[in-house]
Every structure is written in structure tokens, then in C-alpha cells.
């Protein structure tokens, strides 16, 4: 019997939950899908699922087999896509790792014209909390320096200069006197990116603010809500903020302060041969990225 068409069968009547469902799935029949996972424990020599009359569930040799298999399927997968693009229409699953603000605010902008400029690529964003490594089977990681796989043989690229602002909208400054000076940030009500309600900043020019305000939450959406509904003053990066700016929704306060100066990069793995839907990826959004810099020097 087929190895692969069997570990397939497995992973579906995981994912499925019984063997009526998988064999829906794969157009077959239940008897079908119970010698292929019969076939398969044979051969393996351990039992993979638990069976009673109304259920099934994994052994803890079958949770094993289930995760190792899916990630090979999909390696697998990888490798059929990635042979197949070389003379035909590029296509496979591209999967990309960003924390939530990048992947929410910055990354999603781009992705509708890619992906009809390239109709048979798929995309998986998968988001990440501020620090936290993202997962080594990625194709693509958008994220500032990370030491970690700086030595975990991935390659670097730089993407665009992370430097914040400070941004509110035009309610917020009716209603409150603009700040004149760095100074009187101090004193104005900020939004603040993180789990408490007061946040020290270094500016570029190497001079210390500490920002508070009466609302912090790590989730993007809602500070970035906040800010357009006057609720306060926020530090962002304008790339974050395209659409907003271009509506006047949210417009620059003191935009000659800048803070959080850092490099953007995208990270890839090493490999032994080119990952097309990655290259196409980068070379559109550099190239995106370069044209939206040149409209602003304009």
C-alpha cells in the first residue's frame, strides 16, 4: 500500500474526528479508511488510535505520529509547489510569521495585490507577542532584530526603518491644547502599547520622555481605535498608519520627534535552493515599499 496516502488518511481522521468523516473527505469509504490505519499501526508496530463504538482518540504514540507526519506532509507539500513553479504558475502555501501590530497594520496592506498577482500562492500569517521567537518552520518572519535566529541559520534582509511618532486625531487636538514642545507630552494623555499605564521612551536625539496615559493594552486594533476616536495621543510607526494619515484621521503631532529607531528585517531560512514563493514575496514588497517612499519624497 501507499505510505504517503496512508499517513494522509491519518492526519485527515485526526482532524476529522472519526472514520465517516475522513472518508467524506477523501471520497472513500469508512471500511477504506480503517484498512489504511490498520495497514498503517501494522507497520509501524504500535497503535496509533483508540476505538470504541462512538469515538476515537489518539494514543500518545498516535499525538506523536500526528504532528511529525503533518509537518513532513507539509515539507512534502513544500517540495511539489516548489518543483512545480520552476516551469509553471508559482504556487504552495507561503507561510509568514509578524507580531500582531506588524502583521495587523503594516503586512495586510500588501497582501490583496500579491496574492491576485499570484492567484495559486496561499498565505498563512501566523502572529506573534512582542519577544516571542516565532516558529522555525516559517517560510518568512517580518521582525525587528532577533538575536535568536540570527544564529538559528536564517538570513536577514532589511525591509524599512522602524521609527515612531507620535500621532493623534483631529478631536483629540480641539480638545486639548497641541503640545509645543517634547516636554509637554509629559502632561498630555497617551496611548500606551504594553501592560502598564506609564512607558519610558528614548527619542533619537537621545533624550528620555515618560509617557502615561488612561488606557494600555497590547492588542493593535484597539489602541489604534482609541487614537481615532480622540481618546488620546499615540506613538506609532507611519507605516503602520498609512490609511489613516491619508483620510486625516489621525494626523503627525510634533513630527520633527522621533523615538524607537530601529531596522525592520524579514528572516528566512538557509536553504540549498531558492524558496520562489518567498523570493516573490520580498521582491514585491521591497518594491511596493520603495514606491510608497518615493510618492512621500514627492
Excluded at 64 to 87: C, G, H, M, P
Aim: hydrophobic share 40%.
Amino acid at each position: 500500500m501507499d505510505w504517503i496516502l496512508n499517513v494522509r488518511t491519518y492526519v485527515r481522521v485526526v482532524e476529522e474526528g472519526s472514520f465517516n468523516g475522513a472518508a467524506r473527505k477523501l471520497n472513500t469509504t469508512s471500511s477504506a479508511i480503517s484498512k489504511r490505519i490498520n495497514w498503517l499501526e501494522s507497520r509501524i508496530g504500535t497503535q496509533l488510535l483508540k476505538r470504541t463504538t462512538r469515538s476515537i482518540s489518539q494514543t500518545e504514540a498516535g499525538a506523536v505520529f500526528y504532528k511529525r507526519a503533518k509537518d513532513q506532509l507539509d515539507s512534502w507539500q513544500s517540495v511539489i509547489d516548489e518543483t512545480r513553479s520552476v516551469n509553471q504558475t508559482p504556487a504552495g502555501l507561503l507561510k509568514i510569521g509578524a507580531t500582531i501590530a506588524v502583521g495587523s497594520k503594516f503586512l495586510v496592506q500588501y497582501l490583496d495585490d500579491f496574492l491576485e498577482q499570484y492567484p495559486d500562492i496561499k498565505v498563512q500569517l501566523i502572529t506573534t507577542t512582542p519577544g516571542q521567537l516565532p516558529a522555525l518552520n516559517l517560510d518568512l518572519v517580518l521582525s525587528r532584530e532577533l538575536e535568536q535566529l540570527n544564529s538559528l541559520s536564517f538570513k536577514k534582509t532589511p525591509l524599512f526603518e522602524h521609527k515612531a511618532a507620535f500621532y493623534a486625531s483631529p478631536s483629540y487636538l480641539e480638545k486639548h491644547q497641541a503640545p509645543t514642545c517634547v516636554k509637554e507630552l509629559e502632561s498630555h494623555n497617551v496611548l500606551i502599547w504594553g501592560e502598564r499605564l506609564i512607558r519610558e521612551v528614548k527619542l533619537t536625539n537621545g533624550e528620555r520622555l515618560t509617557l502615561s496615559g488612561n488606557f494600555a493594552t497590547t492588542n493593535p486594533e484597539a489602541l489604534f481605535h482609541g487614537a481615532k476616536r480622540g481618546m488620546g495621543i499615540l506613538l506609532t510607526v507611519q507605516a503602520m498608519i498609512h490609511e489613516e494619515l491619508k483620510l486625516g484621521t489621525l494626523v503627525p503631532v510634533l513630527p520633527d520627534i522621533t523615538a524607537d529607531e530601529a531596522m525592520v528585517y524579514a528572516y528566512y531560512p538557509t536553504l540549498d535552493y531558492q524558496h520562489t514563493r518567498t523570493k516573490l514575496f520580498l521582491d514585491y514588497l521591497k518594491s511596493r515599499l520603495k514606491q510608497k517612499q518615493l510618492q512621500e519624497q514627492q
